[in-house]
């Protein structure tokens, strides 16, 4: 059957503007990561695309590597943008990324600008469309200049196959230079996509949203559930289809005593609210005036609504950010 859009899809979330730039994001985006590769259901996949936009999710977010195997994920999203999202091209924000390894030789990762603009054009190849509206550098290149990799984003904007670009994984100082970069070629720096939730802290105390604020960059974080970790996946054990049986990111090493007393904790203050912990750790990442957007993960449909359910509930007070804070240990659940 043709795919017609929810008439009602506007009227379901808030749109936050990024940074000091024009472009607004809803509160939650989709990122199609772990999910979205040739190992899972395309129906499944359409499900949840097809669902998150009639939700008014109209920020898709994918990365050159993403799968698997590595590029799958926007192989089957332009399948499925093709067969129902190309009538909607011109309400969708869709974002791409290049700076993990994705083929054989020297020419395949982090930030040459040989790298990436080949890159560019193979991820538009992948998804069938003519340009992204954000094209990432993933990661800092520690080899190459900052200078040449953020001259290659602008030449992605000046050729008209990006309409903006950001940057991931980028720590304060790195932001700043790449910010100084973009300036002498008169591209903005749109966004930033750092790693952020209540056992990942690291951004706090490396200063980056400060640094934000100043700049006017928008971010959108992601891993905001800590991979599953800020759920009750694991309250009793290890489910037989969950991320710590079935992927290389989790496994029963997470699962220490002193997660389990936390996470336990969390879920109570989320009980408390009328939420599940999921819906908790959304609304806590999004407790920052810096943060546009969060980008989560789905697996089906029903995932996929419990997370947008977090922006039906009102924000943290300042008694439940304090209760939480003694819990959101930064280095909690990580590999022993």
């Known amino acids: 059957m043709p795919y017609d859009a929810a008439a009602d ?3 379901q979330l808030e749109y936050v ?9 809803p509160k939650i985006s989709l990122g199609i990561w772990n999910n979205f590769g040739y190992d899972r259901p395309l129906d499944t996949q359409r499900a949840i695309i097809r669902r998150a936009f009639d939700r008014g999710v109209t ?13 799958s994920a926007e192989s089957n999203f332009g399948t ?21 390894s994705m083929w054989e030789g020297p020419y395949q990762d982090f930030g040459s600008r040989k790298y990436l603009l080949s890159s560019l054009d193979a991820s538009l190849r992948r998804t069938g ?9 993933h990661r800092p290149d520690p080899e190459t200049p900052i200078e040449e990799t953020m001259g290659a984003l602008a030449s992605a904007v000046h050729s008209g196959k990006a309409l903006y670009v950001g940057i991931s994984n980028y720590n304060a100082e790195q932001t700043r230079a790449a910010h100084a970069a973009l300036a002498e070629h008169k591209v903005p720096l749109l966004i930033h996509q750092p790693r952020y939730n209540m056992f990942d802290r690291h951004i706090e105390d490396d200063g980056l949203f400060p640094v934000l604020a100043e700049l006017g960059i928008g971010s959108i974080v992601f891993s905001p559930l800590a991979q599953g970790l800020l759920t009750n996946r694991y309250l009793d054990g290890i489910p037989d289809d969950s991320r710590a049986a079935t992927t290389q990111w989790l496994s029963e090493s997470n699962l220490t005593p002193e997660y389990l ?25 999004l407790r920052m005036p810096e943060v546009t957007s969060a980008l989560i993960g789905a697996s089906s449909v029903a995932q996929l609504d419990d997370n947008l359910a977090a922006l039906d509930s009102a924000p943290l007070t300042a008694e439940e950010i304090a209760a939480i804070e003694p819990l959101a240990v930064h280095g909690t659940g990580a590999h022993r």
Request: no cysteine; net charge positive; hydrophobic share 40%.
């Open 9 to 11: 899809r506007y009227q």
């Open 17 to 25: 503007r990024t940074g000091r730039s024009g472009l607004k994001l």
């Open 59 to 71: 920020h898709i977010d994918i990365a050159n590597n993403y799968g698997p195997p590595p590029g």
């Open 80 to 100: 499925i943008f093709a067969q129902d999202l190309a009538p909607y091209r011109d309400e969708l924000v869709i974002s791409s990324k290049a700076g993990y």
């Open 129 to 137: 469309l003519k340009y992204f509206d954000i094209f990432y550098s």
């Open 261 to 285: 007393d936390r996470v336990r904790a969390l879920q109570q203050i989320a009980d408390d609210r009328g939420q599940s912990l999921a819906q908790l750790a959304l609304s806590w990442v």
